[in-house]
Each structure stands twice: as C-alpha cells, then as structure tokens.
C-alpha cells in the first residue's frame, strides 16, 4: 500500500503515522524527519535546508525531491510506505506522480487530517521543538494554507482524497484513519491481481 499523509503542522499526523506504519506494514517516509536528521549530521543539505526550516518556510523543491527519489529506492520501500509531510507543494506533487508513473506503481490514497486553526496553534504551543516559536508556527501554518491546501483539490480529481477528521483522542482518530484505509482494501485487492 502507498499512502500520502496530508495535514497542516499540529494536526498529530505523526502519532497517527507511527500507528499506521505498523499496522499496516509500511515504511516510513517523513522528509521533515529527514531533514532534521541532516541537520543535527550539519551535512552540506542539513544546513542549507535549516534555514528555510528555523523560519518555517518551505525547503526548495529540488531538495526534498532529490532526498525522496533516493528514499523510495530503498528495499523497505517495495513492500508499501507512508509518504509523511511530502508531498507539499503542486511542483512536487507532480514529481512524485512522474515517478511513480516510472515504476507503475501509482498512489492507492491521500489522507488529509483536518483540524480547525485555533486547536492547531493550541497544540502547536505546547510542543517545545525549535520550530514551534510562536512566529514559526504562524509562517508554518501561512507555508500549509497556500503551498499544501491546493494538493487537496489536485488528489480530489483523481479520486484520490479521503478527509479525515483529525479532534478527538488519538485512538478515536486512528479508528477513522483505518477504516477510511480498510475500505479501500478490495478495490486494491482488485487492482493488483
Ligand atoms: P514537518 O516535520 O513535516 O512539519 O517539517 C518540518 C519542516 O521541514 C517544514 O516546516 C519545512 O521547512 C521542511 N519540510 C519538510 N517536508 C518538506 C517538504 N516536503 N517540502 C518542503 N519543505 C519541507
């Protein structure tokens, strides 16, 4: 299964990805997570990409495309992966489908996490990383609602969307996530024989 998990900064996506990687088999593929492991390292793309990362800005395109084209060639990637905050701009979401196109192994779904603004910067506040300052968060959120919604739209008219309700406890949420991703079971079942 190839999944793309879609959701503004705060929205809890990666709890919600690490009970779904182990549900379901997957790798996960976080490029944030990646980033931040390049930048504690001080390679060459860790410091080039903290600077757009400490103002909560979008790291440039050919970078993250760069770092995920080498990421899905990865063995543990065959059996099924977690795309986790990529991707989050239309240029790289046309990439990605170019590369999947490649291989023929197209995306089974997009889920987005939804929650309200308000409950975003609560939680957001509470979160203690170096990119949580109040005026980070707020560029983070401004990065998510111009550079990422659109994505929406663009996997909506390839049938590929299903909105999640992300308030409630992370057990509630989890349970939608499955059975939004369970009741694509057969459809795939069906794709793949
Ligand atoms: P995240 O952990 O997904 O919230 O990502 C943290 C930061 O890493 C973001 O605020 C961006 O600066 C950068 N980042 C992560 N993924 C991407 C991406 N796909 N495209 C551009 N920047 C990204």
Redesign the pocket.
């Known amino acids: 299964m190839r999944i793309v998990f879609i959701g503004p ?1 705060g929205a809890g ?2 709890t919600q990805a690490a009970m779904l990687i182990q549900r379901y088999g997957l790798a996960h593929l ?4 990646m ?2 492991a390049a930048r504690d390292a001080q390679t060459e793309i860790g410091k080039l ?1 903290d600077k ?2 400490s103002t ?6 050919d970078i ?1 495309l760069a770092i995920v084209k080498e990421r899905l060639a990865a063995d543990d990637c065959r059996a099924g992966y977690l795309l ?6 239309l240029a ?1 979401a046309e990439a990605l489908d170019r590369m999947l196109a490649e291989t023929g192994e197209p995306l089974d779904v997009v889920l987005e996490l939804r929650v309200p603004d308000e409950e975003l910067f609560r939680r957001l506040s509470g979160r203690g990383r170096s ?1 949580d300052k109040p005026e980070v968060i707020r560029q ?1 959120l401004v ?1 998510y609602r111009q550079q990422t919604e659109p994505l929406l739209d663009y996997y909506q008219r390839r049938g590929l969307l299903k909105t999640i309700d992300g308030v409630g406890t992370v057990e509630e949420i989890f349970q939608r996530i499955q059975e939004a991703v369970d009741r694509l079971g057969d459809r795939t079942g069906e794709r793949r024989k």
Not at 30 to 33: A, E, M, Y
Not at 56 to 61: F, H
């Open positions: 900064p996506k990666g976080s490029t944030g997570d980033l931040r990409a757009y990362m909560g800005q979008l790291v440039p395109d993250i986790d905050g990529f991707p989050r701009t790289q990119d983070r990065a």
